[in-house]
C-alpha cells in the first residue's frame, strides 16, 4: 500500500461516531496507564554526611594548588573552593504496593544491612579563589585562570586570582 490509501483508509475508520469512540478509548487507556503502578526500580537522592563533602573538596583543593604551582611564575598558592551543593548519593529503590517506595538494600551475615547506591553525586562548584606569589604578573593571572577553568569545569569570570602579601 502507498501512503495515500492507508491515509484514506484510515481516515475512513475514525470518521464520524466511530472517532468518538476511540477517543475515548485512548482517554480510559491513558488514565490506566498513570493510575496503574509499576514495579520499576527508580532511584531516590540523599544528601551524604557534611564532612565528607569537606573531603573532596579538601582533596580537590590540594590537587588545584598542586596545579596552579606547577604553573611558570605562579610561587607559593593557597586555593579556597566554593561549592553550590554538598555530595549527593542515589539509592536505588523499588515500588511496593503495600508500602509505597522501598530503598532496595543488602543484608549483611550480622544482621545489618546496606543500601545499594546507584550513583554519586559530586559537589558542583561554583568559584575559585587562588591565592599566590605571581599573581600581579598578568600572563601567570592569565595561565592559572585558565588551568583552573578547564580543571574544574567553572567560567573563568568565576575564578578570582589575587597576590600573596
Given amino acids: 500500500m502507498n501512503n495515500t490509501k492507508i491515509m484514506d483508509f484510515l481516515s475512513a475508520k475514525i470518521s464520524g461516531k466511530n472517532k468518538k469512540y ?8 491513558c488514565f490506566f496507564m498513570i493510575i496503574i503502578p509499576t514495579d520499576k526500580k527508580e532511584e531516590t537522592i540523599t544528601q551524604v554526611p557534611e564532612n565528607e563533602t569537606l573531603d573532596y573538596i579538601k582533596k580537590l583543593e590540594e590537587k588545584i ?14 586555593v579556597f573552593l566554593n ?17 509505597g517506595e522501598k530503598v532496595i538494600v543488602i543484608r549483611k551475615e550480622g544482621g545489618g544491612e546496606t543500601p545499594i547506591i546507584t550513583k554519586k553525586i559530586q559537589p558542583e ?20 585562570t585558565q588551568a583552573v577553568s ?3 569545569g567553572v567560567k573563568t569570570n568565576n575564578i578570582t586570582v589575587l597576590k600573596r602579601r
Fill in 65 to 78: 594548588k598542586i596545579l596552579v604551582e606547577s604553573i611558570d611564575g605562579a610561587g607559593n598558592t593557597t
Fill in 125 to 144: 562548584i561554583t568559584g575559585a579563589v587562588i591565592i599566590c606569589d605571581g599573581a600581579e604578573n598578568k600572563k601567570v593571572e592569565y595561565m592559572i
Fill in 83 to 99: 561549592c553550590k551543593n554538598g555530595e549527593e548519593s542515589k539509592y536505588a529503590t523499588e515500588k511496593d504496593k503495600d508500602y
Fill in 150 to 152: 578547564i580543571a574544574l
Fill in 22 to 29: 476511540i477517543i475515548l478509548a485512548l482517554v480510559v487507556l
